[in-house]
């Protein structure tokens, strides 16, 4: 006989997609929408870690979407050393699959990412192509803490779900012309400038981690219905701020001796 206890993983999964399915709606936030993906994935499919790379309009990849802190760090790592499952799976367009980081294999393909990864805390790496038709888009990364395969079933959701970003990432939309993809892309990479710039400012003026300072940047803007990247632009504009963790204090723009006015961003 079927038990809630046997349900709840087909539960936890159907939660999951309903929440995706909610933000592909008007004033749709791209970098939200990425970050909650990272997030989910976490939670489905037994990872301990996520992060989404998505190409710019030169073809290089670029970070969109990370569930920590340190996940973000090490995903810039790989980035920046130009190694690492994510660029071989957007390169090549499949599933590229380390069931152990400290392996001849990956020591020999990415020796500095593995070594990066390893001091990490993680042990093993799954990388999965985002595809748009027949074009590769971005990757996204699942990382383990313990060094083993991905079963076949934990790999399928997982590319049911590297699908779903590319989804989002086209706003609800068939791409007609290669354009709007590149505008979208140029528009989330831009955001993401924005929200770092933001992060920083928070983490100075409250005392807090940079993780913690973009959570309390993301629970702002949910708890007062706005989009992420806006309330960023307005922290960096210094024409609004966010209280600290624990204030009561409702969102509203600073207040001088006359009315606000936006300053530069600097």
């Not at 038990?3 to 539960?11: F, K, M």
């Not at 929200?195 to 005392?207: S, T």
Request: net charge negative; glycine share 8%; with cysteine.
């Amino acid at each position: 006989m079927e038990t809630s206890a046997s349900r709840q993983p087909e539960h936890r999964l159907a939660k999951a997609f309903i929440t995706l399915a909610d933000t592909l709606v008007s004033g749709f936030d791209l970098i939200e929408f990425m970050h909650g993906l990272t997030e989910q994935c976490v939670g489905l499919l037994g990872v301990d870690a996520a992060g989404l790379l998505i190409t710019d309009q030169h073809g290089n990849l670029q970070l969109v979407g990370a569930s920590s802190e340190q996940t973000r760090l090490l995903e810039l790592f790989q980035l920046q050393s130009d190694q690492g499952p994510c660029l071989d799976s957007f390169r090549s367009g499949r599933a590229v699959h380390c069931a152990d980081l400290s392996g001849t294999a990956a020591t020999a393909s990415w020796p500095r990412f593995a070594e990066r990864a390893h001091l990490a805390g993680f042990r093993a790496v799954s990388a999965l192509p985002m595809r748009l038709r027949d074009q590769v888009v971005g990757a996204m990364n699942l990382f383990r803490s313990a060094p083993g395969e991905l079963d076949g079933d934990t790999a399928a959701l997982a590319q049911a779900m590297a699908d779903i970003a590319t989804i989002g990432l086209l706003q609800e939309r068939a791409i007609r012309e290669s354009q709007i993809l590149v505008e979208q892309l140029e528009y989330a990479l831009n955001s993401r400038v924005v929200i770092e710039q933001a992060k920083g400012m928070l983490g100075e003026r409250h005392d807090l981690p940079v993780e913690e300072a973009f959570g309390l940047l993301r629970r702002h803007a949910r708890s007062n219905q706005q989009n992420l990247t806006e309330l960023a632009r307005a922290v960096v504009a210094r024409t609004s701020d966010v209280p600290p963790p624990g204030s009561t204090g409702d969102f509203s723009p600073q207040r001088g001796n006359g009315p606000a006015t936006p300053s530069a961003e600097g």
